[in-house]
């Protein structure tokens, strides 16, 4: 918001207003034209321009009437290029200017004015499931709540596509806070659109302007503030404080260095080996990325797939794990190190399942290497196979007749129903880590595995459980007739030398 360009539907009017001036009458404005300004504002200017075209020969450009048509134009132009086409209420540019003078009043002596930045959190999804009309809809309604929960005198802008700000003017951190707590609540309650109810709660960036603030830092802190607000765990107000700006620069450093480290190679694979319970064999193993990072040392996963995730990109990565995957299993093969049965296990993310290259980067990965499909273990999270739209099952479907094998990842932390499993179409079911944690501690766990072992076994898939850490988890799992297991008790993720080490037959348990 710190280029003041007018908006899109401005340039057309900016345009039949200078072929005007310059005594090009015959200038119309037509409705449909990408660039044309809304319907209303094309039909005074073109009735002006009619005017002016009947009348050109009797009087010139500087009588009175004709002086107040360009008068009312140009007022409309300049209301058009301060408004949101869509909501009616004021753009980024409105606001950059309504700041500005907050800030001037306020260093004249007036109280500071605040600002609230307003985040529809939850909009990307309603807008996927109710369509793209429905959610221009939504904002709209949206734009009207709050308009009715803020005073006369304070500003309502909207400056992204679901991003609103208020600016309250001489304001102080209670009434700030008051305000933003109650814009909260009423955009927490439902919304009815197309007969149906959506809920599309917000997220609230606070910050009251110190002294001397400039007009873009005043921003910048509501919006790093609001975006701290969408990922905290409890309530969704958040009042700025630096430290916010300090993380956001470290998380725009991070980005940067994280796609360095994917074209560099920073980063590294590590395998966990997955055993057969009933015989402790190594059927295959699960590679696990680590960033070899120059200065931070072996930083893991859960530090950098979310923001991988979150910036588009976990496909780049993902890309990359399944390449050196496939090479490391291809390599051990030819080393004679594994059989033809031993598996190659990647994890993928739900933005890599809804890439469309997804499949043709597996086929390739396969065809050069010479692997077999049949030897790759794709890792789906539950939520991921049954929440997502037809893409994804499409994707999944491409994988299968591939002859990639699915498997389920962390079952048991998402929905877990049986009509759901039933309907997926994969091979092998993973029971997350913690319903096997207390396995042998509680004695009501064991029946509780044993009913969701049974579960897997019915919709004719394998199971296969991951955190073994004892023994006698094990031997508890191995008994109920679970198929494979895999945790620290068999072996850590280790770099690919170490885990050759641990190809040769091995009985942990007696
Ligand atoms: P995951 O796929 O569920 O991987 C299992 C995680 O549990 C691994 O953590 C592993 O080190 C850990 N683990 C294995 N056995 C035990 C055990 O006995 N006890 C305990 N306490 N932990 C155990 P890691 O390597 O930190 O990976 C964490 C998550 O990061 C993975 O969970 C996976 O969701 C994600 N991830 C890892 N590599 C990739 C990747 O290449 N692509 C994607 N998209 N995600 C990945
Ligand atoms: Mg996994
Ligand atoms: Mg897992």
Redesign the pocket.
């Known amino acids: 918001m710190t280029a003041s360009r007018p908006e899109p539907h401005a340039s057309g009017l900016i345009e039949a207003m200078k072929r005007i001036a310059a005594g090009d009458f015959s200038t119309r404005l037509s409705a449909g034209a990408h660039d044309a300004p809304p319907a209303d504002v094309a039909e005074v200017f073109n009735r002006m321009a009619e005017n002016l075209q009947g009348t050109n020969h009797e009087r010139d450009l500087s009588t009175t009437s004709l002086a107040a048509d360009l008068a009312a134009a140009q007022k409309e132009l300049e209301r058009v290029s301060l408004t949101d086409p869509l909501t009616q209420v004021a753009n980024s540019i409105a606001l950059a200017e309504l700041i500005r003078n907050e800030l001037d009043a306020s260093a004249a002596g007036g109280r500071p004015p605040a600002l609230l930045a307003l985040d529809l959190h939850s909009f990307r999804e309603v807008n996927g499931s109710v369509g793209h009309c429905a959610g221009d809809e939504i904002l709209q309604v949206v734009a009207r709540r709050i308009r009715g929960a803020i005073r006369e005198t304070d500003t309502l802008a909207r400056i992204g596509g679901n991003e609103f700000a208020v600016l309250l003017p001489q304001s102080n951190l209670t009434r700030a806070r008051r305000v933003a707590n109650r814009l909260s609540k009423v955009l927490g309650e439902t919304l009815l659109v197309n007969d149906a109810d959506v809920r599309c709660a917000a997220s609230v960036g606070l910050r009251v302007a110190d002294s001397d603030e400039l007009a873009e830092t005043f921003l910048r802190k509501a919006v790093a503030a609001m975006e701290a607000a969408r990922i905290m765990p409890t309530g969704n107000v958040k009042v700025f404080e630096p430290a916010l700006l300090h993380a956001k620069q470290l998380q725009s450093d991070m980005i940067s260095d994280l796609s360095y480290a994917i074209r560099n190679d920073q980063l590294v694979?590590?395998f966990?080996p997955v055993v057969e319970l009933a015989t402790g064999r190594i059927e295959g193993v699960?590679?696990?990325?680590?960033w070899q990072h120059p200065e931070r040392g072996l930083v893991?996963?859960?530090n950098f797939?979310p923001l991988a995730e979150e910036t588009g990109l976990?496909v780049e990565?993902?890309m990359w794990?399944l390449t050196h995957a496939v090479t490391q299993l291809s390599e051990w093969q030819v080393a004679g190190v594994v059989d033809s049965t031993f598996n190659m296990r990647?994890?993928?993310?739900s933005s890599?399942l809804r890439n469309l290259e997804l499949i043709e980067h597996v086929r390739d990965a396969l065809r050069i290497t010479g692997v077999k499909s049949a030897n790759l273990i794709i890792?789906l999270?539950e939520s991921m196979a049954i929440n997502e739209g037809h893409l994804d099952q499409y994707s999944v479907m491409g994988l299968r007749r591939l002859g990639v094998q699915l498997e389920i990842?962390?079952f048991g932390t998402g929905y877990s129903s049986i009509s759901y499993l039933r309907k997926l179409p994969v091979n092998v079911v993973?029971i997350?880590?913690s319903l096997i944690t207390d396995l042998g501690v509680e004695s009501k766990q064991e029946g509780f595995v044993a009913a969701v072992l049974q579960l897997i076994h019915s919709c004719g898939m394998k199971a296969l459980a991951?955190?073994?850490?004892t023994p006698e988890q094990a031997q508890i799992l191995a008994r109920m007739g679970c198929e494979s297991g895999?945790?620290?008790?068999f072996g850590?993720?280790a770099a690919a030398a170490d885990v050759v080490a641990m190809l040769g037959p091995a009985v942990f348990y007696g």
């Open positions: 694979l590590y966990q699960e590679a696990l990325v680590r893991m996963p859960d797939i976990i990565l993902g794990v990647v994890n993928i993310s890599e890792e999270t990842d962390d993973k997350d880590r991951e955190g073994i850490e895999q945790g620290y008790l850590r993720p």
